[in-house]
């Protein structure tokens, strides 16, 4: 089944310690986002990818980078993990302008669950 | 002012009875709505989308007011199985970003 994964589902770092999650499709999307959620908080997105531009959202830390090395593939760094970066990270895509009747529609990965010490 | 507001509840219902909601969304330029559903940690899953006549998708009905600017949910003969937080889900006009409420949470009883 055509679907979004992530990986791992449960993250633990350490104050400090870079970590990279990863999420991959299948879906054949050409927008690919990150969200962070935390508890009972609405998904916030931290920024997207519209093929290979990347759309930074006004309000993300610089603490926080992507990469998309290709259509398949897109990462979330955290340089730094802080204590108040332990949160569920979301990825999801779309498929805007493709003129299917679910072009509107973000289609989630599981997130991962990032704990930090 | 948030784009996207929603009573974050909890509702606590017995199985049978019927539960509704609203959310209320600030640009009135909108223009599709959705309400997704988010199991406890677990990812935001489409539920419906929201059409200005109102829809319904078997036990669920979603109703459009833009000039109040307000879209609702209604849940007939609640399941156990309903328990969950409903996002209410906004989509601008000219963008594909979404909007998204912080949710509503049902909790449905035995």
């Known amino acids: 089944d055509a679907m979004v994964i992530q990986n791992p589902r449960y993250q633990v770092t350490q104050f400090g310690k870079p970590v990279t999650l990863s999420c991959s499709q299948t879906?054949?999307?050409?927008?690919m986002y990150w969200y962070q959620q935390k508890s009972s908080q609405a998904p916030k997105l931290l920024f997207h990818y519209y093929d290979k531009d990347f759309n930074n959202e006004a309000d993300t830390p610089d603490n926080f980078q992507s990469r998309r090395p290709n259509t398949s593939f897109c990462f979330l760094d955290i340089r730094s993990p802080g204590l108040g970066d332990a949160a569920m990270y979301l990825c999801a895509t779309s498929s805007p302008g493709s003129g299917g009747h679910d072009q509107e529609t973000q289609y989630f990965g599981p997130g991962t669950r990032l704990l930090v010490l | 002012r948030k784009e996207v507001e929603q009573d974050p509840g909890p509702f606590n219902v017995p199985e049978g009875a019927t539960v509704a909601f609203n959310c209320t969304y600030s640009?009135?330029?909108?223009?599709?709505f959705f309400w997704y559903r988010q199991d406890c940690r677990k990812e935001p899953k489409l539920l419906m989308s929201?059409?200005?006549s109102g829809n319904e998708d078997g036990r669920f009905t979603a109703q459009l007011n833009r000039a109040s600017q307000y879209i609702s949910l209604l849940i007939r003969d609640s399941k156990l199985s309903d328990s969950a937080t409903y996002l209410c889900?906004?989509?601008?006009?000219?963008?594909?970003?979404?909007?998204f409420g912080a949710g509503t949470t049902v909790t449905v009883r035995a």
């Open positions: 889900v906004v989509l601008p006009a000219n963008d594909y970003k979404l909007s």
């Open positions: 929201v059409y200005s």
């Open positions: 879906l054949n999307h050409n927008v």
């Open positions: 640009n009135s330029a909108s223009q599709s």
